[in-house]
């Protein structure tokens, strides 16, 4: 088949889970497929990236988004038309009629979209089959902001909660087909249909991210996009509530926070036992050189590609019972879940003093994810879906 791939972001390079999960599903659909990608950018895409990508499609089409255009848009969003801020971000008349031409001359077998920020390019073709990947629940991730965020966004993020559970249960009958990374996120988009949504889970890319014995230089590591305002909580909670009680018992541990683009509330955490790495080339070192994975995870939904790298590189993972949920990770056995900061100090004291603890829960995680997630598995799923249309 020739399927038409629209993004909002170009898909490399991979330092953010929207990126890394359209990237590795072009991998595996290119095997069999012919791809013709389309993906916005609100920045000058480099030609290394590019020819990444020209590994696996047939044909790369930028649509350029101008910041003047994209402020216009926002601010009109809020002010006039009542549009989800997420959609109107991201949307461009110009940008529009370009896709429609590219569409014309391409003329795909399928249109598959990742999120709802790029659904109204297309989703007035109807006489092409279209699948939709949700990916996760946008709406109940910006509900789960809203209690912890200062007063003056507050209004905000309740206003864009609702328009965008609005348009999510709008977009809903636009498509065909449509998916997400997990049964906890399917079972959060507002539609009394989301029981036909097919569950797409994210894998691992075990060339990168397999286990390496390194010379440890951190006690415990969290990695990700530290822009990301459920990684900033996390790691904001991690090192105000959970650390000082681990302290207590073990004052001369560290963590290491590893990164791009680590916001100022990151920043201030840096320390002698708190290091902030920002932007690095390869993540995978950072997790041999590391003790114990810790992802306090407290808003955010999706599948947590953090835990699956960590687990792949045989490192014990700590996290919440949310990010579990869409793991499915048996407590205790694969995984280690803190309910509150004593529960956390608790298991990273006992992992980091315990040995065959530490290898219990490192080895179970490890043939856990081996057994349940790869990219080749999730994305035959996904060419299921689109090749039943």
């Known amino acids: 088949m020739k399927i038409f791939v629209l993004l909002s972001r170009f898909p490399y390079p991979l330092e953010k889970g929207d990126k890394l999960r359209a990237y590795h599903q072009i991998k595996e659909l290119s095997k069999h497929h012919e791809i013709i990608l389309c993906a916005l950018s609100d920045e000058k895409v480099d030609q290394a990236s590019i020819d990444k990508l020209s590994e696996y499609c047939a044909q790369i089409e930028v649509v350029r988004l101008y910041k003047f255009m994209i402020y216009l848009n926002v601010i009109r969003s809020l002010l006039f038309s009542g549009q989800s801020i997420q959609v109107a971000y991201f949307y461009n008349k110009k940008a529009h009629r370009r896709i429609d031409q590219l569409i014309e001359k391409h003329k795909p077998d399928h249109i598959y979209c990742q999120l709802i920020r790029v659904t109204e390019y297309v989703r007035n073709w109807k006489k092409i089959p279209k699948?939709?990947?949700?990916?996760?629940a946008l709406a109940?991730?910006?509900?789960?902001?809203?209690?912890?965020?200062?007063?003056?966004?507050?209004?905000?993020?309740?206003?864009?909660?609702t328009r965008l559970k609005r348009y999510e249960h709008?977009?809903?009958?636009?498509?065909?087909h449509l998916t997400i990374i997990s049964e906890q996120d399917r079972n959060l988009i507002v539609n009394i249909r989301n029981d036909s949504m097919v569950v797409v889970p994210n894998g691992v890319d075990y060339g990168t991210y397999q286990f390496k014995e390194l010379p440890k230089q951190f006690d415990l590591i969290f990695t990700g996009n530290m822009a990301y305002p459920p990684n900033v909580d996390s790691v904001v909670y991690l090192v105000n509530d959970i650390m000082p009680l681990a302290w207590e018992k073990l004052p001369d541990i560290n963590l290491v926070i590893v990164g791009a683009k680590p916001s100022p509330k990151v920043q201030k955490l840096?320390?002698?036992?708190?290091?902030?790495?920002?932007?690095?080339?390869?993540?995978?070192?950072?997790y041999a050189k590391s003790k114990v994975f810790v992802a306090p995870m407290q808003i955010g939904t999706g599948l947590q590609n953090k835990l699956l790298e960590a687990m792949a590189m045989k490192r014990p993972c700590i996290t919440s019972?949310?990010?579990?949920?869409?793991?499915h990770a048996e407590p205790n056995k694969s995984v280690l879940i803190g309910e509150n900061p004593k529960d956390y100090a608790n298991h990273i004291v006992q992992l980091l003093?315990?040995?065959?603890?530490?290898?219990?829960?490192?080895?179970n995680g490890y043939n856990f994810v081996k057994e349940n997630y790869t990219w080749e598995g999730s994305t035959s799923v996904l060419e299921k879906v689109i090749t039943s249309t």
């Open 170 to 176: 709008f977009i809903f009958e636009e498509f065909d």
């Open 140 to 161: 109940r991730g910006m509900e789960r902001r809203v209690e912890e965020a200062p007063f003056y966004l507050k209004w905000f993020l309740k206003t864009e909660t």
């Open 321 to 327: 019972r949310l990010a579990n949920n869409a793991l």
């Open 270 to 286: 840096r320390s002698d036992k708190v290091i902030v790495t920002g932007w690095v080339e390869d993540i995978s070192e950072y």
């Open 131 to 136: 699948t939709l990947d949700y990916m996760d």
């Open 353 to 363: 003093q315990n040995q065959e603890l530490y290898n219990s829960i490192a080895l």
